[in-house]
């Protein structure tokens, strides 16, 4: 369900009204829903209350739901071994062959896992800084966050005076990255092109840091530090992925807590400030709920990049208009990553394509199409 698209509305009926047929007809108008919306009563503190719910968000995330949950059963079958729906079923219990117990449960498991973590991470991400800068080129990936957060970790793995993990580094990354955007806008904070562009130039700088780190150590370190520049999901740090996990069901509540005023930033900051946001602290807090879900995916997956793109597009299409599809934008990274991942396995199988090549060979055009269509909205 769309994080914007539930509304508390309590009513309340007089002291007169209930024997008279015509305020039972007022009563009944009051609590219509609007257009598009289910209205859904609930007891609120001893009164009546309901909440109002968006019927195309609703639907929009129940399918990308069961298109999920369709794609993660394909991606435990299928692989180098295929295995039959049953079988799978069984290892997943601990059940049956040793063998394929210990492929489910040990490898295509968490690796579906790590697809849906960094999937939603990366499009949630997106999706905040998109709403922040309306702009929907404004991806963590293209203003140089996931760049910053790569060049940190792999810096950790090349071993250059560092003995920290790469997340945390990571996040070190991430966080520089982006303050470093920010001194370059100039003031402009997290709108126009300004801040796109000079995130471009800091994008480049760490991606260039990265490749001479590559190219100043022995070709075994260099290979051990390549999956973190393409984005793969092969083999992922167990402990990583549950920092990642947790942060990501923080990062979806306080999504939640701020949805409203997401919606109102759609507008000019002035327009929000009238209506009692306090603009300034929202960005804040939504930049900062970005940066740390980027860096946390890109410890665990790299940078995999155009998920960011992806998802809240295909969001924003199956969605509803009314609001920022938050919840919808997380179920879609995660539907891309897992589908992307399982193209890298299949298509030239044995031999498996990072699945952070595959989102660039697919968002490549995409990112094209967006630059030559007109936009109607931003997220």
């Known amino acids: ?138 991806t963590p990936g293209i203003i140089g966050i996931d760049n910053g957060a790569t060049a940190f970790a792999v810096a950790s793995v090349v071993g250059l005076g560092m003995s920290l993990a790469p997340p945390p580094l990571a996040l070190a990354g991430a966080a520089t990255a982006t303050a470093l955007t920010f001194g370059l806008a100039g003031g402009v904070g997290t709108r126009g092109y300004r801040f796109i562009v000079a995130g471009i130039g800091v994008g480049a700088v760490f991606g260039a840091v990265t490749q001479l780190m590559l190219a100043r150590v022995d070709i075994d370190t260099a290979n051990a530090a390549y999956p973190w520049t393409v984005g793969s999901l092969n083999a992922r740090d167990p402990a990583s992925l549950w920092a990642l996990g947790a942060a990501l069901v923080i990062g979806l509540a306080i999504s939640r807590c701020i949805a409203q005023a997401l919606n109102v930033l759609r507008f000019s900051d002035s327009v929000a400030a009238g209506l009692g946001i306090r603009v300034r602290h929202c960005r804040r807090g939504a930049l900062m709920l970005s940066v740390g879900l980027t860096a ?11 998920v960011a793109l992806i998802g809240p597009e295909l969001a924003r299409h199956v969605s509803s208009p009314r609001g920022v599809p938050l919840m919808g934008s997380a179920l879609a990274g995660a539907l891309v990553m897992v589908s992307a991942d399982l193209a890298g396995r299949l298509m030239l199988a044995p031999l498996e394509i990072p699945v952070g090549i595959v989102t660039a060979v697919i968002g490549g055009p995409l990112l094209l199409w967006i630059l030559l269509r007109p936009s109607r909205r931003i997220c």
């Not at 609007?34 to 399918?63: E, F, Q, S, T």
């Not at 946390?296 to 155009?306: D, I, K, R, T, Y």
Request: proline share 5%; glycine share 12%.
């Open 1 to 138: 369900m769309n994080a914007s698209s539930l509304d508390s509305i309590p009513h309340r009926q007089g002291l007169g009204d209930t024997g008279s047929p015509a305020a039972s007809g007022r009563h009944a108008d009051a609590v219509r829903p609007p257009a598009g919306y289910w209205r859904l009563a609930l007891p609120m503190a001893g009164k009546d209350g309901a909440i109002l719910i968006d019927r195309r968000a609703l639907v929009a995330n129940l399918g990308l739901i069961v298109a999920l949950l369709i794609l993660g059963g394909l991606s435990l079958c299928l692989g180098s071994v295929t295995l039959a729906p049953l079988e799978t079923t069984r290892a997943l219990l601990g059940q049956g062959d040793a063998m394929n117990a210990f492929l489910v449960q040990e490898l295509r498991l968490p690796r579906l896992a790590a697809g849906i973590a960094t999937g939603a991470a990366f499009a949630l991400s997106g999706c905040l800084m998109q709403t922040l800068a309306r702009n929907r080129l404004a």
């Open 296 to 306: 946390l995916a890109v410890a665990v997956a790299g940078p995999v990049g155009m």
